[in-house]
């Protein structure tokens, strides 16, 4: 088959495709996704014998990284705790903590798994990373894959759970042609997810040239999340408390991500209004503007500014997640009360430029 390289390619791979030529990989990727977890053919659950080498190879050559965990039945518990383990001496990635969910409906049966139990183990595993890290896990899987987890509703059809909608998808389907394709179609898309953001569209790159056999694509929308930040440093400790100071929610459709507080500057990308993003410095005048310093949407990273008020308008509205935040202003001042807790108590009144102390 001849098949040609889509734009912005994205790898995945595991210690099976040692070693990995990555300083000949023409383009590079902009993503290489590597196997952290899993039970191998060894058929122990353990750490991919070879990520850390694989994640010091990116490194040094500056490509992004992902990191994910292929999930089997029963002892969820245990499988989360050694991916977090993992993801933590690695130090991270570059992209939201990702599960491999691709079980057989024969090898769920030898457990006498059903698919409500299935569901749920799936679900505590998503539970436990995301308390951990303070990320929300992105889910892989295909449409095989996926209907194992399908249960009927009121009127006896078969729907995904209903929590599917909580996360990003990264989608794996084959097509006999992938050049017919720029993305995938709607009909081969896992249903019930938030977006799609990955396609996986060929499994058997080496035997066809390519230096790797799993070949991806982001959709436009995280294509440009990737190239425009990472997730940040020292926003979460180690047991897991999500450390920013605010949370930002547009009052319409959505609201403008600019590269400074400045609406000249032209838009990055939008926070839509069921998007969750949060960030620590505020900046404004306390009448007319103030502006949060957005780090991350959806648990993706991000860096820039979005306008909570300019020229008087109100755009979103800006909640802070601790009380406990200070802050500095000149003493002159025409004091405006602009930010409450989640419990609607003001905890800032200011007019001016914003410091954080």
Known sequence: MTITLKPNPIYDVYEGEYPVKWEQMNPAPILAILKASGK????????????????SQCKALNIKIGLYHFILPNNITEQAELFVSIWNKLGGA????????????TYLD?????QKVWSDQIKSWLDYVENALGLRPIIYTNLKYWAFVYSKD??????PPSWAKEYDLWAAWYPNVPDDFSWIPDSMIPKGFKRCIIWQYFDDGRSNGFIVNDLNIASPE???EIQHGSIPTGTINNGGTIMYNYK???????????????????????ISKNSTAYGNDVWGDGVNEYWLHVLEIDGIGVDGWAAAKHLGSNYANITSLTSSNSFSWPDSIISENVFKDANGNIIASYSGMLNKK
């Open 248 to 270: 930002i929610s547009p009052t319409g459709d959505y609201v403008n991500l600019r590269p400074n507080h400045d609406t000249s500057s032209p838009p990055i990308r939008t």
């Open 222 to 224: 995280f294509l440009e």
């Open 40 to 55: 191998f053919i060894d058929n122990v659950r353990r750490e991919d014998y070879k990520v850390e080498t694989y994640v």
């Open 154 to 159: 009121s009127f006896g059809n078969l729907v």
């Open 94 to 105: 570059d992209i939201p903590p990702i599960l491999d969910v691709e079980v057989d409906k």
């Open 110 to 114: 030898s457990f006498g798994i059903g």
